[in-house]
């Protein structure tokens, strides 16, 4: 049963341009997470979503990020007009269905680079 | 939200057993405790989990005092491979929604 997988690994975009995190969770999953976690810093969460539905969005910035988990496909993080401050490691966790998610499962990363 | 407050860094030689305490004086009463790993340049990884006394797997011990205010991650015999962030968590579903809460972890340096 592979892991979470996450591509890229490592993304590189000039300011203004627009980023594309992708999340496959693992097989059986269907709760999908995004943390953020800026250099030196722990992990933020950023948006909780299951399959067709944002569940929570309570740390997501308001303008120029969104995310979404289609019923078929990988889940997306997007940035749009990427700026310097977005210079990150965005991790995605999935969890099983069921009533705990203490425990979740997370994938190794995308590194954005903005230049 | 119940706040945890653990050390910034420990130090430690190889073969020791390490312990890291973490507070949550204001834990709730379905709150459960978890502790993850994250190694440099990857994500987080689960390590163990508890509501009270003592769990053991066989990475990690954990104890948990019968007040619940704190927590104490139990390392036995540390190798350089431990060296890594380890965080400790409170909450659970029904508390938060899901989401993890992350503090800022405690950064183990195992030396030869």
């Known amino acids: 049963n592979a892991g979470v997988m996450q591509n890229p690994r490592h993304l590189v975009r000039r300011r203004g341009q627009e980023a594309r995190l992708r999340c496959s969770p693992m097989?059986?999953?269907?709760?999908v997470y995004w943390y953020r976690q800026l250099p030196e810093e722990g992990l933020k969460f950023m948006v909780y979503?299951?399959?067709?539905?944002?569940?929570?969005e309570s740390g997501m910035p308001k303008e120029r990020f969104s995310a979404e988990f289609p019923k078929e496909g990988p889940s997306i993080l997007r940035i749009q007009q990427v700026v310097r401050g977005d210079s990150a490691a965005y991790f995605c966790?999935?969890?099983?269905?069921?009533?705990?998610?203490?425990?979740?499962?997370f994938g190794p990363g995308t590194r954005l680079t903005v230049l | 939200l119940a706040k945890t407050t653990q050390p910034i860094s420990m130090d430690s030689y190889e073969g020791q057993e390490v312990n890291i305490t973490c507070s949550h004086n204001?834990?709730?009463?379905?709150?459960?405790i978890t502790w993850y790993q994250q190694f440099p340049s990857q994500g987080p990884r689960f390590i163990i989990q508890g509501y009270k006394t003592k769990v053991t797997n066989e990475v990690a011990s954990l104890f948990i005092p019968a007040d619940r205010k704190s927590s104490t991650l139990s390392l036995p015999r540390v190798s350089l491979s431990d060296t890594a962030v380890y965080y400790c968590?409170?909450?659970?579903?029904?508390?938060?929604?899901?989401?993890?809460?992350f503090g800022q972890g405690t950064e183990l340096s195992v030396k030869p």
């Open positions: 968590l409170v909450g659970g579903f029904y508390n938060q929604g899901g989401k993890l809460i």
């Open positions: 979503l299951q399959k067709e539905n944002i569940i929570d």
């Open positions: 097989k059986g999953h269907s709760h």
């Open positions: 204001n834990i709730a009463t379905n709150d459960y």
């Open positions: 966790a999935s969890s099983p269905p069921g009533p705990r998610v203490d425990e979740q499962f």
